[in-house]
């Protein structure tokens, strides 16, 4: 009798293209994979509306969903209108609450309408503003994976993460954090796979982690 398998959808970080994914392989007798690309928001979207217009590229019942940072948190609100298999957040925040200072402050003052998303918008090279090879190599990283510049979207982005008021966890969610992460320091999450020396973007260089783990993380039987 053949094992079932299992559809698993991605949804990559704020303004990161799918290619973020690019090194994670999980077992093809198992499961089948696809990646949902960020979407342009319409003028004065919400985030509930966006989420309705993702979960349109959802093409199987019972499906795996998996986001990481601000796509942890718009598969969360997918959640809300799909019937799911599996819910899975890396590199991600549960709730309002998990969120750092920095960005509390920064919805307090609305701060954040001052990031100049039209200035980012228009960088086409970032190595160019790099300086030394440590330096030099993220910013490749930045130039190869964060493609999606759209000033309209960096801002809806940029507010909806910031200001964004979930209070409750939804049921059975799995969250996966490395205890480097910056961006959102783990000191600030509760219940979650702890991933020693993962950073915020482990996704792209822990991929070997997530491909021994993550399996047996999404599996079926998993309680």
Known sequence: MSQEVSYVYFVPGMAADVSIFEYIKLPRDKFVTQTLPWKIPNKNESIEDYAKRMCEEIEHKNCILIGVSFGGV?????S?????????IISSVKNKFELPTRIKIARKTRAYKLFPTAIVSKIDNWEK????????????????YLSINDKRYLDWAIENMVCWNQEKTPDNLIHIHGDKDIVFPIANIKNCIRVDGGTHVMIVNRARWFNKNLPEIISDNLR
């Open 129 to 144: 503003l790099a300086f030394g090879d440590f330096a030099k190599k993220r910013a490749a990283m930045y130039q190869k």
């Open 80 to 88: 809300k209108y799909l019937s799911l298999k599996k819910l899975v």
């Open 74 to 78: 718009m598969v969360q609100e997918m």
